[in-house]
């Protein structure tokens, strides 16, 4: 059944899912990073079509560095995070040494890919806890790309569900003095195969 079926409760149910999954994850990342204040923003959601993801997360020039976990069992479908170069760089000098802000070279992005694993895993632990659902996330795929180009490219790949809800939710940490923003967006996009049973674990009807 497609989004444009569904009660506002549902929507609002899932939006309120990813809520809480970001929640996991920030918690972690604020761990990683010493207690560091973290704050999440309300989740935004669209009707998964071409210009959904960059409507949420932009279409700014700046390429982004956005890890990519495909999902497995109740629940199937993508978890995206995208972290902006910048806060990339801010986020690698607190975990490693400063001339890792810059982000390069594979030190740095297995760290950048660590940090994504444990936030989404994070996340998924989350949304598994509150549904009773098994979610199997794949080793995340870490890659530096412009938003609409990789919206364009997710798009067109068969495994990529059309129709399905996809919900968005930015989190940013405190300002800290001489030193980058950081902030990140991790969105979820169930596939519409994966809905009757996240409305059934939610006490709500297909």
Do not use: H, K
Request: proline share 5%.
């Amino acid at each position: 059944m497609a989004p444009s079926n569904w009660s506002e409760l549902q929507a609002d149910a899932l939006r309120e899912l990813a809520n809480i999954g970001c929640g996991r994850a920030v918690t972690a990342l604020s761990r990683m990073l010493g207690g560091r204040r973290i704050i999440t923003e309300v989740p935004r959601s669209r009707v998964l079509g071409p210009g959904a993801f960059t409507d949420l997360v932009g279409t700014g020039a700046e390429p982004l560095w956005i890890a990519r976990f495909t999902l497995g069992g109740d629940i199937t479908g993508d978890l995206l995070c995208a972290v902006p170069a910048l806060s990339a760089g801010e986020l690698l000098g607190d975990l490693l040494s400063e001339s890792s802000r810059a982000v390069a070279g594979s030190a740095a992005l297995s760290a950048l890919a660590e940090v994504a694993n444990i936030m989404g895993s994070a996340y998924l632990d989350g949304v598994a806890a509150f549904t009773g659902l098994t979610v199997v996330p794949s080793t995340p795929r870490v890659e530096r790309e412009r938003v609409t180009d990789f919206a364009a490219n997710w798009w067109g790949q068969p495994g990529v569900e059309r129709g399905g809800l996809i919900i968005a939710t930015w989190f940013r940490g405190d300002q800290q003095r001489d030193r980058p923003a950081l902030q990140a967006c991790l969105t979820l996009a169930p596939s519409l195969a994966s809905t009757p049973s996240l409305f059934s674990a939610l006490r709500l009807s297909a």
